[in-house]
Structures are given as structure tokens and as C-alpha cells.
């Protein structure tokens, strides 16, 4: 098998790609280690050192209309979240100032819901007209479900980035949400697109989904060119369907990430919620492929110390400016 995965290296490395059928070959390797290695050594190629950074804020909290099992956020379930409909303008701004300070690149609203009104929509973009007032930090968004005329809205006040996480696969996605469509979120991200935005999308593992859908997954965000991928680990929060849910193995958890770099070799391919889930990987995983992350307080769970975590990326080599 090693040399199948120096083959595809190679092959990846001169401009090629691989194919569905290789990935879940690759999968079921023995050869983990080399697999993660080889990961890593196409995310140096295509990439280099550097590593970017990205924070969130829960901009408008709970009493979301959709079912998504694995959410604390949803109406369907009893999570004793907070629960609040727009952020204190101050306390967004608060937020932005510290993480542009620390020197996170990126820092965007995050909104509980399918979408948000028009009237929200105005509210948020004054919160977002403070930041830039204040920082240089680039501004990003993800508001559920929006239409055209409220992208362009947010493309015109400078948003960079537009966030709509796919979750899962298309096959996989009818079992953890029936309230909106696999294509609702496509023709977002492609709305999203036509505005001129850039998109951040990608998913969560560990909902009970096969290896073959997390391989179904990648290569649906590598059709859609997405470039900056967070890949999530679920946390099993008490009062959601999905709290009984038995957390992945190491190797699992290994494999994914490595292969969603050899699927997408020139992506930021970003830790994202749960990080805490797999603590005692993240050495390993920063070898496998990874070269960004979410970091500091992520919406209604508690993420990881931006110092340390810079402290840590700093340690394995990384840089934080192109």
C-alpha cells in the first residue's frame, strides 16, 4: 500500500488528482502513519508553512426552526442554552479587537437559524461597520440560508467569506436534517458565489455516517472549489438526538483528515468544533494535512486558548503570514 500512496503523492503532487475509488482504497490502509505523512507532505507542497487562523462569534443565539440532530441550537431540542436574538454591538466589537489583536486573520458572525431577515441583516452590518472602524481583521459571515440580495448586501460592506457547511454527505444528510435540503445549502453557497463572495464549507464526522459518505463529503466540496474546508467532530450534547452517539476511533478520525487533503491538496483544511473531542490527536493531525483552524470560544461550547493554540502551531513549524 505504500507504494500506492506514493503513486497518488506523486500523481497529486504534478497537477493530478485522485479518484473516489483510490480514496476508499486509501482508507482502508494499515499504513496510517505513512498515509497521514504523505498527507502532510502535499499540504507543504501546495501550501507551504502557512497557517490561518479564524474566529466566531454566536451572533443570535438558539430557537432555530430546523431539526439538525446533532445542534444545541435547534428548537427541537432541550439543550438549556442561552438563548438571545442579537449579540450586544459591544460585545461583538469587544471580541473582534481582542482576536485582531492576538493576530487571528479572519472573525465572523455566526447566526442560530435557517436565515435571517432583512431588518437582522441591517442590524448585523452595523456591528460590522464598527469592526472595520476599529481593526483591520478580515470579516466573514454565516447566516443560514440567504438569498441574493442579502449576499450582495454583505459583499458590498466587505465581506470576505461566506460560511455553509454542506455537514455531511448527500446521501447521509436525510437522516440528521429534514427541514431544508442538501441543495438549499448548494444553491446558497452557488448564490454566495455569483456576489462575488468566497465560500467556507465543509462538515462534521462522527454523526454515524460511513467512511465512504466522509470520502462522498470531500470530493462534493472539491467539486464545488471550496478552499477553505472546516472539518468538525461531534460533540454529543446532552438534550440533541445525537447525544448517544459513539465518538469515532483515532484512526478514524486520522484517515479522515488526511484524505480530505489528498481530495482537496491546495484547501485550508481547518480544525473546527469539538476540538476538545480530540485534544490528545491534534500533534498528529497537524502532521496529516491541517493547516488552519477555528480558534478561541466556539458558539455555544467552550474552544481552546488562542495563545496556546498559537503557541502550538508555532511549535510544529508554522507561520501565520503569507
Known amino acids: ?30 499504513e496510517i502513519e505513512h498515509l497521514c505523512n504523505t498527507a502532510n507532505d502535499i499540504r507543504k507542497h501546495f501550501t507551504g508553512s502557512y497557517f490561518n487562523l479564524c474566529s466566531i462569534v454566536n451572533a443570535k443565539s438558539g ?45 465572523s458572525l455566526v447566526t442560530s437559524g435557517k436565515s435571517v431577515s432583512d431588518e437582522k441583516l441591517d442590524e448585523l452590518i452595523e456591528i460590522y461597520q464598527e469592526i472595520k472602524k476599529e481593526t483591520n481583521i478580515e470579516i466573514d459571515a454565516s447566516m443560514g440560508l440567504l438569498k441574493k440580495h442579502q449576499l450582495r448586501k454583505l459583499k458590498e460592506i466587505g465581506i470576505k467569506h461566506y460560511h455553509c457547511n454542506l455537514e455531511t454527505s448527500r446521501s447521509y444528510f436525510p437522516k440528521v436534517c429534514t427541514t431544508h435540503t442538501y441543495d438549499d445549502k448548494i444553491k446558497t453557497i452557488n448564490l454566495a458565489k455569483e456576489v462575488g463572495l468566497e465560500i467556507c464549507s465543509g462538515g462534521i464526522i462522527g454523526m454515524g455516517e460511513t467512511m465512504e459518505q466522509r470520502i462522498e463529503l470531500a470530493f462534493e466540496l472539491k467539486n464545488l472549489k471550496i478552499k477553505s474546508i472546516p472539518i468538525n467532530i461531534l460533540n454529543p450534547i446532552k438534550g440533541t438526538a445525537l447525544e448517544k452517539t459513539a465518538p469515532l476511533s483515532d484512526n478514524e478520525i486520522l484517515i479522515t483528515f488526511a484524505m480530505f487533503r489528498f ?8 480544525f473546527a468544533g469539538g476540538r476538545l473531542q480530540i485534544e490528545h490527536l491534534e500533534e498528529k493531525l497537524l502532521k496529516s494535512g491541517v493547516n488552519a483552524a477555528l480558534v478561541g470560544n466556539l458558539l455555544t461550547t467552550v474552544g481552546k486558548n488562542i495563545d496556546e493554540d498559537i503557541e502550538q502551531f508555532t511549535r510544529l513549524g508554522f507561520t501565520f503570514k503569507i
Not at 431539526?67 to 436574538?85: A, D, G, L, R, V
Open 1 to 30: 500500500m505504500k507504494e500506492k500512496i506514493d503513486l497518488i503523492k506523486k500523481r497529486i503532487i504534478n497537477g493530478g488528482n485522485i479518484v473516489f475509488e483510490e480514496s476508499l482504497e486509501l482508507c482502508k490502509t494499515t
Open 63 to 107: 430557537k432555530c426552526s430546523e431539526n439538525c440532530k446533532w445542534c444545541s441550537q435547534s428548537s427541537f431540542h432541550n439543550t438549556n442554552i442561552e438563548t438571545y436574538n442579537i449579540i450586544d454591538k459591544n460585545e461583538a466589537l469587544t471580541q473582534a479587537r481582542n482576536n485582531f489583536k492576538k493576530g487571528v486573520h479572519k472573525f
Open 263 to 270: 481530495i482537496n491538496p491546495d484547501a485550508q483544511i481547518r
